[in-house]
């Protein structure tokens, strides 16, 4: 299912030498494919060495050959210690919705002309609302666990998709590859935002389009990654004190307002930057169950009226950005 780098048109993510194998004649980097997917990563994520990280992927694409996604999303928990129960329901649910929320970005994405990335596509709900609209998609994440899980969602949908670990900071291709990059509460998770949108900038070609999600750092509803109301409204210095002080040295995602991150992007070479509130689509609502789901429903029935979104975009919890390269 997989395609060579050769055939990728990917070049090293260190020194941008093209590969026509998994080892880079430029720098001498060696990429291995670890559970059959390509890894050309330079770094693990925070939560994992690289070892441990390769290690965990491979025992999940073990148990994912026996079973079905939510199988394998529940055999992650299982062998992951760190989460508690409670959390570990909430992210089971998440992952089983992902599909639902992927069919309403791609409703929200309306067309795609040329080949598109998805950066941190975790479990792969929008790259199967993306192959099933026969979309060229490319999905990467940095973490190869989560791939894992991704593959078994794609082949459960009956779809293909090429997968590859790669660091959104650093990316495996050379210039102007891309027609269309989306990424969806990924920004806030990066050490620095600006090199990033630099970075994806030199990936699209020129009119591409860059589609963005995240939660907002001034939310009202708190902060989804800590749980804690008004960290936002902090000194970012001062925010990592108090979530060590309420949650024993969690790391706090670097959350941006709607405002900061078009300044950014503005920086980083964008054009038409425009920054909204995300629009919710009844499928997304008819996802969501209980309170989460009534609450969604107001959101979504909010955004008929300009003066509140105005509102939420300064102080509701998500904003998205558009751009073009
Ligand atoms: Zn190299």
Redesign the pocket.
């Known amino acids: 299912m997989m395609a060579t780098v050769a055939a990728l048109g990917m070049c090293?993510p260190?020194?941008r030498?093209p590969l026509d194998t998994m080892e880079?004649h430029?720098?001498?980097?060696s990429f291995p494919d670890v559970a059959g997917i390509p890894d050309l990563r330079l770094m693990s994520d925070r939560y994992l060495s690289i070892d441990a990280e390769r290690a965990k992927a491979e025992r999940l694409a073990r148990i994912a050959a026996e079973t079905d996604l939510a199988g394998v999303a529940r055999a992650y928990y299982d062998i992951t210690d760190d989460v508690d129960p409670a959390r570990c329901r909430k992210f089971l649910a998440h992952i089983m919705a992902a599909e639902a929320r992927g069919e309403a970005v791609a409703d929200a994405l309306q067309n795609c002309d040329g080949p598109m990335l998805e950066l941190g596509c975790g479990t792969g709900g929008l790259l199967v609302a993306a192959a099933r609209r026969g979309w060229g998609i490319t999905g990467v994440d940095i973490a190869s666990r989560w791939l894992v899980v991704a593959r078994r969602r794609l082949e459960d949908c009956g779809v293909e998709v090429q997968l590859l670990a790669a660091s959104a900071e650093t990316l495996p291709w050379p210039d102007g590859q891309f027609a269309t990059i989306v990424a969806d509460s990924l920004i806030e998770h990066l050490d620095d935002p600006l090199a990033a949108l630099k970075e994806w900038r030199r990936l699209l070609r020129p009119g591409g389009r860059l589609v963005l999600w995240s939660p907002n750092r001034l939310s009202l509803a708190g902060d989804p990654h800590v749980r804690l109301w008004g960290i936002g409204f902090l000194p970012r210095s001062w925010a990592d004190h108090y979530s060590r002080l309420r949650r024993g040295g969690a790391w706090v995602p670097r959350t941006l307002t709607a405002s900061g991150v078009a300044r950014l992007a503005c920086e980083a070479g964008f054009r038409d930057v425009r920054t909204s509130i995300p629009c919710v689509s009844d499928t997304w609502v008819g996802s969501v169950r209980g309170m989460r789901g009534r609450l969604l429903k107001i959101y979504q029935k909010a955004q008929d009226y300009s003066i509140i979104k105005s509102f939420l975009k300064t102080l509701g919890p998500l904003w998205t950005l558009e751009a073009r390269a």
């Open positions: 090293c260190g020194c030498t880079c430029g720098c001498g980097c």
